[in-house]
């Protein structure tokens, strides 16, 4: 059997060990990428030891911002709503809340949810910098916008036991039908959660 070369299969390899790409995907990356100008390559790169070498997490909410701003962005703006936290499992949540413009407030990444299956407890998670940054923050409202998973759910559970007993508000992510969706089509988890945070028509 014919046998590709070493660094062609190490890249088919490579690519193939990324999220949501498999082995046929991770060939035709490679063999584009074969095809492809040198530039694109090297600016491939320099991307990839980028992304390693001049990013960090935020000291204060855990997003991912430059190496040298040790507070990202929303965390330093004045025009932020700082009695409002958003706790998101990712960084991808936070942009994904952005994009609505709908929300003002800070926001705090855990970095996961709990799954005791694989074995992922409180102490892996940021979830004591959470605490103690709400003790020693001026919040009025936590928003838990974990996904309606069940490790998603089990963790805003384990959450809100803990914060509701600071005192402070505890809200989280309305769940149910999608906007434009048809009932038929819903399945029944979603139409349960639609059902059971139904709200009046004032």
Avoid: W
Wanted: hydrophobic letters at 40%; glycine letters at 8%.
């Amino acid at each position: 059997m014919r046998t590709l070369p070493e660094p062609v299969q190490n890249l088919i390899d490579a690519f193939a060990r990324l999220p949501g790409i498999g082995p046929k995907t991770a060939s035709r990356l490679t063999f584009y990428l074969l095809r492809a100008s040198e530039e694109l390559s090297q600016s491939l790169s320099e991307a990839l030891i980028g992304i390693k070498h001049q990013t960090g997490l935020c000291e204060m909410c855990f997003n991912i911002t430059h190496k040298d701003s040790p507070i990202c962005e929303i965390c330093a703006s004045e025009q932020r709503d700082r009695s409002l936290l958003c706790v998101v499992e990712e960084p991808l949540d936070v942009l994904a809340i952005e994009k609505t413009a709908g929300y003002n407030g800070l926001y705090h990444v855990l970095h996961g949810v709990l799954s005791p299956i694989e074995g992922i407890g409180a102490d892996d998670l940021k979830i004591k910098e959470l605490y103690r940054r709400i003790e020693a923050g001026d919040f009025q409202e936590v928003i838990l916008a974990t996904n309606p998973s069940m490790e998603g759910d089990a963790t805003a559970m384990y959450l809100h036991e803990r914060i509701n007993k600071m005192g402070l508000r505890v809200t989280r992510l309305a769940l149910g039908l999608p906007v434009g969706g048809d009932l038929e089509y819903a399945d029944q988890s979603t139409l349960l959660r639609a059902l059971a945070g139904r709200q009046n028509l004032d």
